[in-house]
C-alpha cells in the first residue's frame, strides 16, 4: 500500500522551532521528486519546498526566507523539514508530497505530486 504519514506538528511559540517528518511506504522515495506544501486556513495551498530528484537541488518558496530545511534520507524513505523563526502565518496544515516534479520559476512552483500525505498540524501561537 502507498502511503505517505507526516509527524511532527503541534503548537509552538512564535520564534520557535518545530521538524516535521515524512515516513513513505510502498515506495521508493528516491524515485521522486518530494516536497512539502501548507494550507493556511481560508487560503490556497501552496508549496513550501521541495528536493529535485534528478540533483538533489532544493526549492523554497519566498516566505521561507532562510528558515525553513528540507532534506530526504533515502535509506529511511522518509522527508524531513525544519522549521526555524516560527511565525503565527505559518500556520497550516503541513503536507508531504512525492511525484514527478516541482519547480520553481521566479515566485511561483508549478509541479504534478502524486502521492500526498493527510498533513500535520502546525499552530504558531503564543
Known amino acids: 500500500q502507498v502511503q505517505s504519514v507526516e509527524f511532527g506538528g503541534g503548537l509552538v511559540q512564535p520564534g520557535g522551532s518545530l521538524r516535521l517528518s515524512c515516513a513513505a511506504s510502498?515506495?521508493?522515495?528516491?524515485?521522486?521528486?518530494l516536497g512539502w506544501f501548507r494550507q493556511a486556513p481560508g487560503k490556497e495551498r501552496e508549496a513550501v519546498s521541495c528536493i529535485s530528484r534528478k540533483d538533489n537541488t532544493t526549492s523554497y518558496g519566498d516566505f521561507v526566507k532562510d528558515r525553513f530545511t528540507v532534506s530526504s534520507d533515502n535509506a529511511k524513505n522518509t522527508l524531513y523539514l525544519q522549521l526555524n523563526s516560527l511565525k503565527p502565518e505559518d500556520t497550516a496544515v503541513y503536507y508531504c508530497?512525492?511525484?514527478?516534479?516541482?519547480?520553481?520559476?521566479?515566485?511561483?512552483?508549478?509541479?504534478?505530486?502524486?502521492?500526498w500525505g493527510k498533513g500535520t498540524l502546525v499552530t504558531v501561537s503564543s
Open positions: 510502498g515506495f521508493s522515495s528516491a524515485d521522486y521528486t
Open positions: 508530497a512525492a511525484g514527478s516534479f516541482c519547480l520553481e520559476v521566479y515566485t511561483d512552483f508549478y509541479y504534478d505530486m502524486e502521492y
